[in-house]
């Protein structure tokens, strides 16, 4: 089983960009798909993307598509959220989750994900 931890948050003006990462432990990191979220105050956990095993199969939620991008090294266990033009509404805290299996299938709701990183914060000023 793999153990998650993100790091690169920070705080960012409207219109910045920030690289998230999500580093992780174990040997079998190539056979998880991966997925972003995120937790705003007093908004439940909502989808940003998600990246298959094999980093061919991508997904990202509407309020992210054309600024936010995926990317996964499964030689470093590391998968990447690259984050563009941001906004204030982008503010929260961001996870990365973890779901084994060689599926090709996206996956969109954090129930479907076993193992959660700790977060890292994004706050984006106006």
């Known amino acids: 089983q793999v153990q998650l931890v993100e790091s690169g948050g920070g705080l960012v003006q409207a219109g910045g960009s920030l690289r998230l990462s999500c580093a992780a432990s174990?040997?079998?990191?190539?056979?998880?798909?991966m997925g972003w979220f995120r937790q705003a105050p007093g908004k439940e956990r909502e989808f940003v993307g998600s990246?298959?095993?094999?980093?061919?199969?991508?997904a990202y939620a509407d309020s992210v598509k054309g600024r936010f991008s995926i990317s996964r090294d499964n030689a470093k266990n590391t998968v990447d959220l690259r984050m563009n033009s941001l906004k204030p509404e982008d503010t929260a805290i961001y996870y990365c989750?973890?779901?084994?299996?060689?599926?090709?299938?996206?996956?969109?709701?954090?129930?479907?994900?076993?193992?959660w990183g700790q977060g890292t914060q994004v706050t984006v000023s106006s």
């Open positions: 989750g973890a779901r084994g299996g060689l599926s090709g299938a996206s996956y969109y709701y954090d129930v479907e994900y076993d193992i």
């Open positions: 174990g040997r079998t990191f190539s056979s998880y798909a």
């Open positions: 990246i298959n095993w094999s980093g061919d199969r991508i």
